[in-house]
């Protein structure tokens, strides 16, 4: 091609300047060297380089190598991008299959409590979007939100032999109500004294998360913490496993086990992922509502409590997840399988094996829920929260005792 490109040049010039029995001669010659069709090759030597005057001294030269950019009109303009920015920081920054599995329901609920209103026009293109589409639209925003623990769980020996071991593999429950528990510590790096924590309950099947803040690991609140997560479940607690901390594994607890038919499990020592599904939401839901840093005022631990009791609204409502289905490796590659995005409460309602009365009731609370205002609430209490934990005064670390040694020879008394 550019060697044609190259003759056609050297040819042109001379071919438009030349007289009727000299082009045809040249035109004989340009086709066998360049396999062009006559006519083909006829309009290419006389349109190569034409000067074209367009105004009082404008020339214009036509280049037959260079192809005008092709401009297509933009099917989701900025009305449709604008609102999908404010659906997406509304939902906490979905990735597009979740985000795009729950917007015909969450455009729904915004226009029912006149949170936002789309044209007709522009509610079906955001309708119609697919995840790669809006992942593309949500690509210049995204770019201004990226970010350029330690565990402290000490085994519990007591009762290890008479409570069994359950792995990841071992998890293969298809109701509701086997549920993995684990503690989140707010130490702010600062590992000594009491400090809160978060426990974090999610059931297995569903992905529902409850999570109550407690002053420190001490049995009696975690046990209380426990029991009020039971209660709030819009289903029986039938099983739980947890980790190897002495803050689970006590006799308090495995007697309240025994007594109400649940089943007491526990996963292998240093085995993170044995528990992953309660380890994903310690980041997901946890991390990224209240952070990283110190809480140990009680005044903390009840705006923790409160913003907790806002955000199981939030997460369990409004925040579908994917489950994973299989795996196949391929080569060295690992090629991984995902159901359809659901919220937790989707997939409680989808559930067989819960009640009528209990879906009824959640149908009813999901009616006056309005995820707009739920979403101010927290962002106000997080205010409230980081407000008051960089006010109070800093707690420094205890200085450790230095002991100097004294490498100074004394003689010995016997000489």
């Given at each position: 091609?550019?060697?044609?490109?190259?003759?056609?040049?050297?040819?042109?010039?001379?071919?438009?300047?030349?007289?009727?029995?000299?082009?045809?001669?040249?035109?004989?010659?340009?086709?066998?060297?360049?396999?062009?069709?006559?006519?083909?090759?006829?309009?290419?030597?006389?349109?190569?380089?034409?000067?074209?005057?367009?105004?009082?001294?404008?020339?214009?030269?036509?280049?037959?190598?260079?192809?005008?950019?092709?401009?297509?009109?933009?099917?989701?303009?900025?009305?449709?991008?604008?609102?999908?920015?404010?659906?997406?920081?509304?939902?906490?920054?979905?990735?597009?299959?979740?985000?795009?599995?729950?917007?015909?329901?969450?455009?729904?609920?915004?226009?029912?409590?006149?949170?936002?209103?789309?044209?007709?026009?522009?509610?079906?293109?955001?309708?119609?979007?697919?995840?790669?589409?809006?992942?593309?639209?949500?690509?210049?925003?995204?770019?201004?939100?990226?970010?350029?623990?330690?565990?402290?769980?000490?085994?519990?020996?007591?009762?290890?032999?008479?409570?069994?071991?359950?792995?990841?593999?071992?998890?293969?429950?298809?109701?509701?109500?086997?549920?993995?528990?684990?503690?989140?510590?707010?130490?702010?790096?600062?590992?000594?004294?009491?400090?809160?924590q978060t426990l974090d309950m999610t059931d297995v099947c569903t992905g529902w998360t409850e999570t109550i803040a407690v002053p420190n690991k001490a049995q009696v609140w975690v046990f209380e913490a426990i029991d009020k997560a039971r209660g709030r479940l819009?289903?029986?607690?039938?099983?739980?496993?947890?980790?190897?901390?002495?803050?689970?594994?006590?006799?308090?607890?495995?007697?309240?086990?025994?007594?109400?038919?649940?089943?007491?499990?526990?996963?292998?020592?240093?085995?993170?992922?044995?528990?992953?599904?309660?380890?994903?939401?310690?980041?997901?839901?946890?991390?990224?509502?209240?952070?990283?840093?110190?809480?140990?005022?009680?005044?903390?631990?009840?705006?923790?409590?409160?913003?907790?009791d806002r955000l199981r609204l939030y997460t369990n409502f409004f925040q579908p997840t994917m489950k994973l289905i299989s795996k196949e490796r391929i080569g060295s590659r690992v090629k991984k399988f995902y159901d359809s995005p659901l919220t937790p409460y989707?997939?409680?309602?989808?559930?067989?094996?819960?009640?009528?009365?209990?879906?009824?009731?959640?149908?009813?609370?999901?009616?006056?829920?309005?995820?707009?205002?739920?979403?101010?609430?927290l962002r106000n209490l997080q205010k409230q929260l980081f407000a008051y934990a960089k006010n109070k005064p800093k707690m420094a670390p205890p200085r450790r005792k230095s002991y100097q040694k004294n490498w100074q020879i004394k003689p010995h008394l016997g000489?």
């Amino acid at each position: 091609m550019k060697q044609r490109q190259a003759v056609t040049k050297v040819t042109a010039k001379r071919y438009q300047e030349a007289g009727k029995r000299e082009k045809k001669q040249m035109l004989d010659e340009f086709c066998r060297t360049t396999g062009y069709n006559r006519c083909y090759a006829r309009w290419v030597l006389r349109h190569q380089r034409q000067r074209l005057a367009v105004g009082r001294g404008v020339v214009v030269e036509a280049d037959l190598q260079r192809r005008q950019k092709r401009i297509k009109a933009r099917t989701y303009d900025e009305p449709v991008q604008r609102g999908l920015v404010q659906i997406w920081e509304l939902l906490d920054y979905l990735c597009g299959k979740r985000l795009v599995a729950i917007l015909p329901e969450i455009i729904a609920k915004l226009e029912e409590f006149n949170e936002l209103r789309f044209e007709e026009e522009t509610r079906a293109k955001l309708l119609q979007l697919s995840p790669a589409t809006a992942d593309r639209l949500l690509q210049p925003e995204r770019r201004k939100h990226e970010l350029r623990s330690r565990g402290r769980t000490r085994p519990g020996t007591l009762l290890k032999h008479q409570i069994p071991i359950r792995t990841f593999a071992d998890w293969n429950e298809q109701r509701p109500g086997f549920a993995e528990l684990d503690l989140v510590a707010h130490d702010g790096g600062i590992g000594f004294g009491d400090y809160a924590q978060t426990l974090d309950m999610t059931d297995v099947c569903t992905g529902w998360t409850e999570t109550i803040a407690v002053p420190n690991k001490a049995q009696v609140w975690v046990f209380e913490a426990i029991d009020k997560a039971r209660g709030r479940l819009p289903f029986p607690l039938l099983g739980i496993d947890c980790d190897n901390g002495s803050e689970f594994i006590n006799y308090q607890l495995w007697r309240y086990c025994t007594e109400h038919g649940i089943t007491f499990t526990r996963t292998r020592p240093y085995r993170k992922n044995d528990n992953c599904y309660v380890e994903q939401k310690n980041y997901s839901v946890v991390r990224r509502a209240v952070g990283y840093q110190r809480f140990d005022t009680s005044a903390e631990g009840l705006l923790l409590n409160r913003l907790y009791d806002r955000l199981r609204l939030y997460t369990n409502f409004f925040q579908p997840t994917m489950k994973l289905i299989s795996k196949e490796r391929i080569g060295s590659r690992v090629k991984k399988f995902y159901d359809s995005p659901l919220t937790p409460y989707q997939r409680v309602l989808d559930s067989p094996h819960v009640a009528a009365a209990d879906k009824d009731r959640l149908r009813r609370q999901y009616q006056r829920l309005n995820p707009a205002a739920l979403k101010r609430e927290l962002r106000n209490l997080q205010k409230q929260l980081f407000a008051y934990a960089k006010n109070k005064p800093k707690m420094a670390p205890p200085r450790r005792k230095s002991y100097q040694k004294n490498w100074q020879i004394k003689p010995h008394l016997g000489l």
